[in-house]
């Protein structure tokens, strides 16, 4: 219930993370865990970014992420190997826990061995509606994209729970007209199937470069929420963007009003008092 | 996918329930630092009432009312069965026990100001009275005039130290005594709302607030009679559980109906059939009709029914079991 919140902190492009990871240092990774947890995380992001391209210190960023917390992970890499190596030290380290594969593209080269992995390892995936060509740039080649992704998921075995499709946020700073292309692609990817399979978006895309970050990142998100949006890669951590979520969950009738609505959005992570 | 004969049918499309009602459990045996004889433990439930071929099905539990008074207005169909024990605490919470009541549901009627005006001592040596004559858990309620409970609470919640009862009720505009104190004794808590889901969450969160577990929470949605609006509490009862099921933890409580009072108190229980003479026989129809209250509010998601009557406990019992045991495989193709 609600909207899955994927924690986006722990990324090497981060330099105190990035830092971390080249000197094997745990307790600013695991600092990262607790900080987004408590925040409400539903899954953690892991993501080396530049600061390593050797699969054995993925595992050990997974791992030392794993190891701190019962939030699942997001297994955020480019590579096979590296997806293949975050999996296996995941699944090594917790057992039986959901995952999030973040992400394949609709190029077969990519899809057909992901979308094996998901369901060797009973992961979830995220589908980027791009490919060979490169990102869409209108509403159809959005839903053709998503759509193959979909139905390749479909016949590996995955559930539609287990799929979420990113429609590809862009920047509105370079792209404007994007910015509307996507929020019509999030509607019609409800319609893709009943019940729909999970849309997600990166969300920090659409504010790259402008000079008003936290305010185009929370009126998008709740903009793409009233489309159908369910799912987002974001700052956890931002304490105006959850209250946003929770009044949007709140005003489309997915949630129960209550006067302290904000405090139950907050305490319903770990249900750990204020 | 949905095989049939090698040829690929439509994915299966059924989505599961999210959330999970949380399990209350009142009463403390002597291991657990109480002197019952066994617990109860109520909620659990996966999916909706009864649908066990779908997920777990909690099992609702049946507790008796029993008076720290002798309930003088209480009609004399209703005194029948339990005769001079009415007059003791004690000894009719053991007769309601003997007759098969799941726990006591002791209400602290006489501590009103305008029915006795019984003292917090006096409440308190009532509950330690009626803790020793029965071996099941205890439910304990209030006068229901919010000021007096505030004073009696905490020494009849320090009486009970240990028993882990389930104490009510909290409101959203009178929570904060009673829920220290069940924090500070151990007990859990009853959470009151006027028929209203979103009154219902909000207490929940107001008590958690204050440090208490939501976990440690039944629901009170407030209750009514059939024929008296029970169909407004049904619907609150019927959201606030698919809420729960779907992932809400400020509504993932198990509910608690409170049905003898109100059934005991309308015109269809209380006429005799001198006075409507095709209504027939009142010692037939008033335990029929506390009983009938309390069945929608099973089917509903009640998880604890109070009663008063013998014979509605007897009825009562009868349709869970038949409920939690006629459930079937959904037909299949």
């Known amino acids: 219930m609600g909207i899955i919140l994927i924690g986006e902190r722990i990324n090497g492009s981060f330099k105190d993370v990035?830092?971390?990871?080249?000197?094997?240092?745990?307790?600013?990774?695991?600092?990262?865990?607790?900080?987004?947890?408590?925040?409400?995380?539903?899954?953690?992001?892991?993501?080396?970014?530049?600061?390593?391209?050797n699969p054995d210190d993925f595992a050990w960023l997974v791992r030392t992420v794993a190891e701190s917390t019962t939030v699942p992970v997001s297994i955020d890499a480019n590579r096979l190997d590296m997806f293949s190596t975050g999996l296996k030290a995941y699944r090594e380290t917790v057992g039986e826990r959901p995952v999030l594969i973040n992400s394949t593209t609709a190029e077969d080269s990519k899809l057909i061995p992901l979308l094996e992995m998901a369901s060797q390892y009973k992961a979830s995936i995220i589908g980027v509606v791009m490919d060979e060509r490169g990102s869409p740039q209108d509403?159809?080649?959005?839903?053709?994209?998503?759509?193959?992704?979909?139905?390749?998921?479909?016949?590996?075995?995955?559930?539609?729970?287990?799929?979420?499709?990113?429609?590809?946020?862009?920047?509105?700073?370079?792209?404007?007209?994007?910015?509307?292309?996507?929020?019509?692609?999030?509607?019609?990817?409800?319609?893709?199937?009943?019940?729909?399979?999970?849309?997600?978006?990166g969300l920090s895309n659409v504010a790259s470069k402008t000079e008003e970050k936290k305010l185009i990142n929370r009126t998008y998100m709740v903009m793409a929420i009233a489309m159908g949006l369910d799912a987002a890669i974001l700052n956890v951590c931002d304490e105006e963007m959850m209250q946003a979520?929770?009044?949007?969950?709140?005003?489309?009738?997915?949630?129960?009003?209550?006067?302290a609505y904000l405090k139950a959005y907050r305490q319903r992570a770990g249900g750990a008092p204020a | 996918m949905l095989k049939h004969e090698g040829v690929q049918m439509i994915p299966d499309t059924k989505k599961p329930w999210g959330g999970r009602i949380h399990t209350v459990t009142i009463g403390a045996t002597q291991a657990e630092g109480g002197t019952r004889a066994s617990t109860v433990t109520i909620g659990g439930s996966a999916t909706l009432p009864f649908l066990n071929?779908?997920?777990?099905?909690?099992?609702?539990?049946?507790?008796m009312e029993v008076w720290d008074v002798y309930p003088q207005d209480w009609p004399d169909l209703l005194k029948e069965p339990f005769g001079e024990v009415m007059h003791d605490p004690a000894k009719w919470a053991k007769a309601c026990c003997d007759m098969g009541a799941d726990l006591i549901c002791l209400r602290l009627a006489g501590c009103h100001p305008d029915r006795g005006n019984r003292s917090a001592a006096q409440a308190a040596e009532t509950v330690k009275q009626v803790l020793k004559a029965v071996p099941i858990p205890l439910i304990i309620w209030g006068s229901g005039n919010a000021e007096k409970d505030n004073d009696i609470f905490p020494a009849v919640a320090e009486a009970a130290a240990g028993e882990n009862c389930l104490i009510g009720t909290i409101t959203e505009g009178n929570y904060k005594t009673l829920t220290a104190v069940c924090t500070a004794y151990k007990h859990k808590l009853i959470a009151e709302s006027p028929c209203d889901v979103n009154i219902a969450k909000q207490v929940n969160i107001l008590a958690q607030d204050m440090g208490f577990s939501v976990e440690n929470i039944v629901i009170y949605p407030t209750s009514a009679a059939l024929g008296y609006g029970l169909e407004y509490i049904y619907s609150v009862m019927e959201?606030?559980?698919?809420?729960?099921?779907?992932?809400?933890?400020?509504?993932?409580?198990?509910?608690?109906?409170?049905?003898?009072?109100?059934?005991?108190?309308?015109?269809e229980a209380r006429v005799s059939e001198t006075v409507i003479p095709e209504w027939g026989a009142q010692r037939h129809r008033a335990p029929l009709w506390e009983a009938s209250t309390a069945s929608v509010y099973l089917i509903c998601g009640g998880d604890l029914i109070i009663l008063r009557?013998?014979?509605?406990?007897?009825?009562?019992?009868?349709?869970?079991?038949?409920?939690?045991?006629?459930s079937v495989a959904p037909a299949t193709a």
């Open chain 1, 18 to 53: 990035g830092k971390a990871i080249q000197e094997k240092n745990k307790s600013v990774i695991q600092d990262w865990v607790a900080k987004q947890a408590t925040a409400g995380a539903d899954y953690l992001d892991v993501n080396m970014g530049a600061a390593s391209r």
């Open chain 1, 139 to 201: 509403v159809d080649r959005r839903l053709e994209l998503g759509g193959k992704i979909f139905a390749a998921a479909i016949d590996a075995g995955l559930s539609t729970d287990q799929i979420f499709l990113d429609p590809i946020v862009m920047p509105v700073k370079f792209m404007q007209e994007q910015a509307k292309n996507v929020l019509n692609a999030i509607q019609q990817m409800t319609m893709l199937s009943d019940p729909p399979p999970h849309i997600s978006v």
């Open chain 1, 245 to 259: 979520i929770a009044t949007a969950e709140i005003l489309l009738g997915q949630e129960i009003y209550s006067d």
């Open chain 2, 53 to 63: 071929f779908e997920g777990a099905c909690g099992k609702p539990a049946i507790a």
């Open chain 2, 239 to 267: 959201r606030a559980r698919l809420a729960g099921l779907k992932g809400d933890r400020m509504l993932a409580q198990p509910m608690l109906c409170d049905v003898g009072i109100e059934a005991w108190g309308v015109k």
């Open chain 2, 309 to 326: 009557h013998p014979g509605a406990l007897q009825a009562v019992k009868k349709t869970v079991a038949e409920l939690a045991g006629a």
